[in-house]
């Protein structure tokens, strides 16, 4: 399996927890230079790339005018092989949605859409800096179904500052009660730099503690669970057959190309990141420059490594000869202590021929991640 990642770098407004790169309108004027250079990009990648999995985020996709989403999608199909592509996803903001571009992304291929809610809790929408309420979201989560859209994602954002127990478990049920085919409930992170990081650090805003956070969380994977959804990795809850393939493919360790400003790959054992930058990402491609600096080459026994925790994120867990067939390590060589250590304090439990993280550890899993990297 491999997979294909657009980064469009735009978005309405910015919100107060997001560093992911992007420009607002009001910084830049058109966005053709950017899908004239996203081709050259495109037309660069190996000619017999033909990946499973697409996935346009960024940014906002859906803040891109319907002309100029439909020209990407037919720039996307120009260049790459699209024909063993089996899930085709575009990250969408509710108070960017219309039925015009909608219609364009169905008409380009686009299967699957990842619905940026966050909260149904109009003070937390605040408190994010997001650009709708709850009534936005939910008027576009309907405006995806009726375009035809039958697989959904809706995003939500766990720990926000002020928000009760039953606030969360109100999200949950709310989320759950639109039946999308799947849920994300990541945590919210205090990037350096973002304007919530400033508030948090001078007391305007207090995260919820460790123990309040770590109560919410299992009370919405149980009711998640109760629901039908099935929680198939940390942060992720799916109706059966709806895990999202292309995140699989990152957490399985496969292969893929990210294109865009900030973009980053993973291919034939390197890595690299294109520059954060709209000018400097256009100029160097202009110039047949290649947009990232670096690349990195992970050694067989990094990569193991890293395949390691990533399959440990999912709930599956870690097949000890599947890994050996794919990494050609045994995983007790390459952690064999810090496994049993952790068998031992219930972080990992295993079963048959499968290690996977706990039920405790399900909250505290980085640290688990960090003693075996
Ligand atoms: S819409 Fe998404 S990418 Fe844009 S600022 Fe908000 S969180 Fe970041």
Redesign the pocket.
């Known amino acids: 399996m491999t997979g294909l990642y657009i980064h469009v770098p735009l978005?309405e407004?910015?919100?107060r927890?997001?560093d992911?790169y992007?420009l607002t309108p009001g910084e830049i004027d058109s966005m053709d230079l950017y899908l004239q250079c996203l081709e050259i990009e495109l037309r660069r990648l190996p000619s017999d790339f033909a990946p499973n999995t697409v996935f346009i985020g960024?940014?906002?996709p859906t803040a891109l005018s319907p002309s100029e989403y439909r020209k990407m999608l037919e720039a996307i199909d120009r260049r790459i092989n699209l024909s063993q592509v089996v899930e085709f996803t575009s990250e969408a903001?509710p108070g960017t949605l219309t039925p015009d571009k909608l219609k364009a992304m169905r008409d380009g291929g686009v299967n699957r859409v990842s619905i940026?809610v966050q909260s149904f809790n109009n003070r937390a929408l605040q408190l994010l800096g997001?650009i709708h309420d709850a009534k936005t979201a939910i008027a576009g989560y309907h405006m995806l179904r009726d375009a035809g859209f039958d697989n959904v994602n809706i995003d939500l954002i766990q720990s926000i500052p002020g928000m009760k127990p039953a606030d969360v478990l109100a999200d949950a049920e709310k989320a759950a009660g639109l039946e999308p085919d799947h849920i994300s409930y990541y945590n919210l992170i205090y990037e350096p730099g973002t304007p919530l990081t400033k508030a948090k650090d001078e007391g305007r805003v207090v995260p919820p503690g460790d123990d309040e956070e770590a109560d919410n969380y299992f009370m919405v994977k149980e009711y998640l669970e109760h629901a039908g959804y099935g929680h198939y990795e940390i942060s992720n809850f799916s109706k059966e057959d709806r895990e999202c393939r292309h995140n699989v493919l990152y957490w399985q360790g496969g292969e893929y190309f990210g294109c865009g400003p900030s973009g980053a790959s993973h291919w034939h054992g390197r890595r690299f990141s294109n520059i954060p930058d709209l000018n400097t990402y256009t100029n160097r491609l202009l110039k047949d420059q290649r947009p990232f600096d670096e690349v990195e080459h992970l050694s067989k026994e990094d990569k193991a490594r890293e395949t390691l925790v990533m399959w440990l994120r999912m709930t599956a867990g870690v097949d000890l000869d599947g890994f050996k067939k794919v990494t050609g390590f045994e995983v007790y060589d390459l952690c064999g202590a810090g496994i049993e250590s952790m068998l031992e304090e219930n972080l990992l439990q295993r079963q048959d021929n499968r290690i996977s993280l706990s039920r405790e550890a399900l909250f505290i899993s980085n640290a688990v991640f960090s003693e075996l990297l």
């Open positions: 978005c407004k910015r919100c927890y997001c992911f992007k960024g940014g906002t903001n940026g997001r």
